[in-house]
Antibody
Framework: QVQLVESGGGVVQPGRSLRLSCAAS????????MHWVRQAPGKGLEWVAL????????YYADSVKGRFAISRDNSKNTLYLQMNSLRADDTAVYYC??????????WGQGTLVTVSS | SYELTQPPSVSVSPGQTASITCSGD??????ACWYQQKPGQSPVLVIY???KRPSGIPERFSGSNSGNTATLTISGTQAMDEAVYYC?????????FGGGTKLTVL
């Protein structure tokens, strides 16, 4: 079955960088666009970024544009999120998710990123 | 930027019908979908392309979308349906979520 396993979360100081990874299995990774979605503690869902199936097109929420970069390695079935210049309001659970077109078909279990000094 | 508005909370008695709305400018011209999220769990897609149910989602879940409002309807609501529900749509190559609605079954 579809599995999405995020890793790389942790505690990081403001202004520093962190890279998240998402290992995909159970489906043809290279055929699907992929998202990162985050959820601050006790808050709602916030879309972060989207990458096309082949990596050629990328889209970002205004809140992360210029600071975060989404990428993928289809040979490794892995999705990445490079997060730079982290701020306290970036603190959230970050979910890797598989796109189904206009909806998100599958979600990982999430990885917690805490930005704190 | 595009916004989707949901009521913060909805209450329903077991066995009754719950309706959760999601409002956005000309939302009916876009596809809307809905996710269910229970505490400590990842979201689960319950309705996509306005009215379609993914495999494994009970028939009591249904959706509609017209004008400026999409609606998630749960018929014969069960205690297990208590959760936060989020609507979602696309606008200008960006995914937009509603703020979420806490459904309480009491």
């Amino acid at each position: 079955q579809v599995q999405l396993v995020e890793s790389g979360g942790g505690v990081v100081q403001p202004g520093r960088s962190l890279r998240l990874s998402c290992a995909a299995s159970g489906f043809t990774f290279s055929s699907y666009a992929m998202h990162w979605v985050r959820q601050a503690p006790g808050k709602g869902l916030e879309w972060v970024a989207l990458i096309a199936y082949d990596g050629n097109n990328k889209y970002y929420a205004d809140s992360v544009k210029g600071r975060f970069a989404i990428s993928r390695d289809n040979s490794k079935n892995t999705l990445y999120l490079q997060m730079n210049s982290l701020r306290a309001d970036d603190t959230a659970v970050y979910y890797c998710a598989r796109s189904g077109g206009s909806e998100i078909l599958a979600w990982g279990q999430g990885t917690l990123v805490t930005v704190s000094s | 930027s595009y916004e989707l508005t949901q009521p913060p909370s909805v209450s329903v008695s077991p066995g009754q019908t719950a309706s959760i709305t999601c409002s956005g400018d000309k939302l009916g011209d876009k596809y809307a979908c809905w996710y269910q999220q229970k505490p400590g769990q990842s979201p689960v897609l319950v309705i996509y392309q306005d009215t379609k149910r993914p495999s494994g989602i009970p028939e009591r879940f249904s959706g509609s979308n017209s004008g400026n409002t999409a609606t998630l309807t749960i018929s014969g609501t069960q205690a297990m349906d208590e959760a936060v529900y989020y609507c979602q749509a696309w606008d200008s190559s960006a995914v937009v979520f509603g703020g979420g609605t806490k459904l309480t079954v009491l």
